[in-house]
């Protein structure tokens, strides 16, 4: 029997025997009884004209309470809004703090972040694993980025060969990756074989060795 495929963040949810997802829900949707979820503030939201932070957060640690919230994300620092980058930090530790004290994993939005997000890992000494979802840096970015107590998840750029991670994703720890769709209209299946193809490994090798890395975090 093969492992379940695993789309570690996605905004579609599908019901599939064969798939496990972590679907990223709006925070005024509440959790689902079936199925697994992620809630974060999402550093985008911060541009937001009508943004309460206060109401935001305490609705976000409702939301985490459910046992189908397995994570807290989308969170994290995108330099491209560089008008909120001190406000996107500060909002960013206060995840920190939640993912802490709740035990729950974060999934990561970074743009030309790493630097900030590992600084501030090392600051807060955050123990929960933290994923830097859509990944696709070059092999510099992954050795800087290994070893910190982060994963790395890919989505649709494997089915690119002109993009970075064609050439890094074999550089990436097979225990440390996860792979997804995103907002991409494709099935993760069609990750999965990209990715087994660029990784020259067997699809079915790949599904076991996920499936155990998410078995690992939650
Ligand atoms: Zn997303």
Known sequence: MNSPFVDIHTHNAKTDDDLIQIVNLDLNQSCPEQGYYSYGIHPWKLDEADFQLEETFALLK??????????????GLDKMHKDCFEQQIAVFERQIELSEALQKPMILHDVKSHNEIIALRKKHKAKQPWILHGFNGTEQDVKQIIGQGLYLSV?????HSERKIAKSLKKIPLELLFLETDMAEIDIETVYEAAAKLLEMDINALRAQIFSNFAKLF
């Not at 989505?155 to 089915?159: D, F, P, Q, Y």
């Open 155 to 159: 989505g649709e750029s494997v089915l």
């Open 62 to 75: 409702e939301r985490l309470q459910s046992p189908n919230a397995l994570a807290l994300g989308e969170a």
